[in-house]
C-alpha cells in the first residue's frame, strides 16, 4: 500500500465531534461546542462555521447543498451549506433532537400495471428526540424562502414543514433508520418500533431487549430491522410479522453502533470488539478483536472494516477479519471516522486539542507534494502547513477572513 497524503487541523478547540460527514469536496464536522464547520477536504481550510445553535450538535445530515442539523436546544435547522445560512429553523421537540435522517423518494415496488411505487411523495427529515417522540417534516426545497420563527420558540406557531408527530415510546429515542414508507426506531424504554410514514401508524411494537436500545438498522431488502441493546444482543426482527427472528450473541457489553451494507453486517460494542455477520443466517463470521476500549466508531465497505477506539484508528480485511494496519496512533481519543473509495477521515483527540485528520490515498496520483506523502502535515484554517509544536496549546482557530494587516508604526 503506498504511503497516503496526510493533513491535520485543529478543529472546535477542546470540544468532542459529535458528528462527521465529508465528499470530495468538503468536511462537515458537528461539536458540541455548538457550532457546524465546513472545511475544504483537499486543503483543509476552514470554508464556513455555522452558527445559531444554542446547545450542542447531536445530529446532521447533508445532501447536495442541504445540511440538516438537530440539538440540545431542541430545534432543528435547515442550512444552505455554499451560502452558510441558517435557512429555516423547526421547533417543536421539547428535549435534545438526539438522531435524524433525510428521507428521500425511492421506489418499494410496483402496483398492478407494473409502475414504480415510490415513498415518500416528497423528501422529508426525519427526528428522534429525548423527549420520546419522532417528528416528520417537509425537506425544504431550494429556493423557498426562509423560514425562521420569533425565539424563543412559542407552541401557537404551526410550522409550515410539519408533517406529524409519532407518539408511543418511554423513554428517549436513540436510534432510527427509514427506507420507503417504513421508519424504524430504537429507544432507551427497551423497544425497538416499526412506523408507517405516511400514516403515523405504529406497525410494530417489538418487545424482547431487556436494556436500552442503542442502535437500529433496516434490512429492507429483505424485510427485516436489527437492533443493538445495552443488554448485549443484537436481535433480528421481521418486518412483516413483527416476530424475533433470532439472537446474534458473542458481544460481552453495550452494543452501540451497527451497520449493514455489501451484504455484511457489522456490529460493534463497548467489549472493545467488532464482529461481522451473514445477515440472512445470523452466522458470525469474524470477530475483530485487537483494541483495548470501547469501539466509538467505524465503516465498512465489501474489503475492509475501519474502526476507532481507545488510542489508534485501525484498518481490517473484511474479507478474513484480520488486523491489517493502524492508520493512526497515539490518540488520547476517536470521535468519529469516515471513508470513501479516495480518503479516510477522522476526528480525534490528541493532547488534549481536537484534529482533523486526512488520509488521502489518492494523493501519488495527483500532483501532491512528493515530500508530503507518507508525513503527517498540520495546516492552519486557511490551509497553510504550519509546525504544529510552534502553535503551542493556545492555538485557536483563526478566523474566515485574515484579519486586517496592523497598520504601519508611525
Not at 442550512?79 to 428521500?104: A, M, N, P, Y
Not at 412506523?195 to 411494537?205: A, D
Not at 412483516?240 to 452501540?256: M, P, Y
Amino acid at each position: 500500500m503506498r504511503a497516503p497524503g496526510h493533513i491535520a487541523f485543529r478543529a472546535h478547540q477542546r470540544h468532542v465531534v459529535t458528528c462527521l460527514q465529508f465528499d470530495g469536496d468538503k468536511i462537515v464536522t458537528g461539536s458540541d461546542d455548538t457550532n457546524i464547520n465546513v472545511y475544504d477536504t483537499r486543503t483543509g481550510q476552514l470554508r464556513t462555521r455555522l452558527e445559531g445553535h444554542e446547545g450542542a450538535v447531536w445530529a446532521l445530515e447533508y445532501d447536495g447543498n442541504v445540511l440538516v442539523s438537530g440539538s440540545t436546544d431542541r430545534s432543528v435547522r435547515v442550512w444552505d451549506v455554499e451560502r452558510g445560512v441558517c435557512s429555516q429553523v423547526f421547533d417543536g421537540h421539547t428535549s435534545t433532537v438526539r438522531c435524524l435522517q433525510i428521507l428521500q423518494p425511492a421506489e418499494v415496488g410496483r402496483d398492478s400495471n407494473g409502475q414504480p411505487i415510490i415513498m415518500p411523495k416528497e423528501a422529508l427529515i426525519l427526528t428522534g428526540s429525548r423527549d420520546s417522540t419522532l417528528r416528520i417534516w417537509r425537506l425544504p426545497r431550494a429556493g423557498d424562502a426562509p423560514y425562521v420563527p420569533p425565539r424563543p420558540a412559542s407552541a401557537e406557531v404551526e410550522c409550515p414543514y410539519f408533517v406529524r408527530v409519532l407518539a408511543g415510546h418511554q423513554h428517549s429515542v436513540r436510534a432510527i433508520a427509514a427506507h420507503g414508507d417504513t421508519l424504524v426506531s430504537g429507544s432507551y424504554d427497551c423497544t425497538v418500533r416499526v412506523w408507517r410514514i405516511s400514516t403515523g401508524e405504529t406497525v410494530h411494537r417489538l418487545q424482547g431487549h431487556t436494556q436500552k436500545v442503542y442502535s437500529v438498522v433496516l434490512d429492507h431488502a429483505r424485510r427485516r430491522c436489527i437492533s443493538g441493546s445495552m443488554d448485549n444482543l443484537v436481535k433480528v426482527w421481521s418486518l412483516d410479522t413483527g416476530a424475533a427472528l433470532f439472537n446474534l450473541e458473542g458481544h460481552t457489553s453495550l452494543v452501540g453502533l451497527m451497520d449493514l451494507s455489501h451484504d455484511r453486517l457489522v456490529s460493534a460494542a463497548a467489549d472493545s470488539t467488532l464482529r461481522v455477520w451473514d445477515p440472512q443466517h445470523g452466522e458470525c463470521l469474524s470477530v475483530l478483536s485487537a483494541h483495548t476500549g470501547a469501539i466509538t466508531c467505524f465503516q465498512h465497505d465489501e474489503q475492509k472494516v475501519i474502526s476507532g477506539a481507545d488510542r489508534t484508528v485501525k484498518m481490517w480485511n473484511m474479507q478474513t477479519g484480520d488486523f491489517v494496519r493502524d492508520l493512526l496512533t497515539d490518540l488520547s481519543g476517536v470521535w468519529q471516522v469516515k471513508f470513501d473509495e479516495r480518503r479516510c477521515v477522522a476526528a480525534v483527540q490528541r493532547n488534549g486539542m481536537t484534529y482533523i485528520e486526512v488520509l488521502d490515498f489518492g494523493a501519488s496520483r495527483d500532483a501532491f507534494c512528493p515530500e508530503r506523502l507518507g508525513r503527517r502535515v498540520v495546516v492552519d484554517g486557511l490551509g497553510n502547513e504550519v509546525d504544529e509544536l510552534l502553535q503551542g496549546f493556545g492555538f485557536e482557530e483563526p478566523p474566515l477572513i485574515p484579519p486586517p494587516a496592523p497598520p504601519p508604526a508611525a
